[in-house]
């Protein structure tokens, strides 16, 4: 059986190919403008790697910020729902699982693969993927930068704004007092993981977590989120794929 999950966030685009539970294949494309024109494009990345059509094809399912778009799904399912299969199938121990997208954040509770809580932010971009990429731009330095400056700060800047708009003026008023950019961005760092830890701990995530989500990339919030929360944090090889692997598995099951 050959099923395609294709996660259609608002910064990037996932689809993973599973042919017969075992074989992932996988594509990330920026999502840009068009989710659907996204969709479309990774949806024939992955098909193209193992060479075979679109009628071969037995289910496709999409998930994620844009997946009512993807009209050429046989259906959707939630990104909490989405997560929590295909971390489970990566990592079958997993109790929880927390995920920093590009519009969103979220901490999931879940036992053998099924979601018994969760809490979503999706009302601001305070910790999310988005509240990285501004901070980054209001330090001037390229996002891939942002975790290794931080890494290197010895005295975290104390940031208190969580709306991306005040943080950014905020990192104005500490580059002009004199702070480091290494010291600046230690401090967003940390604001982010406070606030990401205060849902984990609402709903008792404790061990067995994963960590998924592009911001999962970032080595600085996840060893500022294990800090915050005292546990070691389970970082998938690709952590923005497990979505599109739970819808894709998902149309097997």
């Known amino acids: 059986m050959i099923s395609v999950g294709i996660d259609a966030g608002s910064a990037t685009t996932k689809a993973v190919l599973v042919k017969d539970d075992s074989s992932i294949i996988q594509s990330i494309r920026p999502t840009e403008f068009d989710f659907v024109s996204a969709a479309e494009k990774a949806y024939e990345d992955v098909l193209g790697i193992v060479g075979i059509d679109r009628k071969e094809v037995d289910h496709v399912y999409s998930t994620g910020y844009g997946r009512n778009s993807i009209k050429f799904a046989d259906g959707s399912i939630s990104e909490i729902t989405a997560h929590a299969k295909g971390v489970h199938h990566l990592y ?9 997208g590009g519009q969103d954040s979220k ?29 980054a731009r209001a330090l001037e330095v390229p996002i891939e930068e942002l975790a290794k400056m931080a890494l290197a700060s010895k ?17 104005i008023s500490l580059r002009a007092k004199g702070y480091s ?3 600046i961005a230690a401090g967003l760092v940390e604001s982010i993981a406070r606030r990401v830890a205060v849902m984990a701990r609402q ?23 294990e800090k915050e929360l005292g546990i070691s944090l389970y970082v998938l090889p690709e952590p923005q794929i497990t979505g599109a692997l739970g819808a894709a598995l998902h149309g097997i099951n």
């Open 92 to 100: 079958p121990d997993v109790e929880g699982i927390i995920d920093i």
């Open 107 to 135: 901490v999931i509770s879940v036992n053998n693969g099924k979601v018994t809580d969760f809490l979503m932010n999706d009302k601001c971009a305070a910790g999310t993927g988005k509240f990285v990429e501004y901070t």
């Open 155 to 171: 005295s975290p800047a104390g940031i208190s704004s969580m709306c991306t708009v005040f943080a950014e003026s905020e990192v």
């Open 181 to 183: 950019k290494e010291d």
């Open 203 to 225: 709903i008792g995530l404790k061990r067995n977590v994963a960590f998924v989500g592009g911001v999962a990339k970032n080595a600085a919030i996840k060893a500022s989120l």
